[in-house]
């Protein structure tokens, strides 16, 4: 299936969506460790490394980030996102 012009244009500002490190995600959300795990599809204890200090701390891939960036986006617009659900379904 071929993307129409709307579809295009949104995929680019997906991709344009600025990465978000877990301590960003964090200081914005009231979210603990293992609803951001859920988030990024992985362990809690890889959550865990990410917020730890020395040795065992772990820097987030680029996908983690990424998908924090998602969620970030789909909570910033969730009103919006809410309101045009609701519609679909009438």
Excluded at 4 to 10: D, F, R, S, V
Excluded at 14 to 43: D, G, K, V
């Amino acid at each position: 299936m071929r993307l129409n012009q709307t579809q295009t244009k949104l995929l680019e500002q997906f991709l344009a969506l600025p990465l978000l490190t877990p301590e960003e995600f964090i200081a914005r959300w009231t979210l603990n460790y293992r609803q951001i795990s859920q988030i990024c599809c992985c362990s809690l204890s890889t959550v865990e490394h990410w917020f730890s200090e020395g040795t065992a701390r772990r820097p987030p891939s680029e996908s983690y980030q990424r998908l924090l960036a998602i969620a970030d986006f789909l909570l910033v617009h969730s009103v919006e996102i809410d309101y045009i659900w609701r519609l679909l379904q009438e």
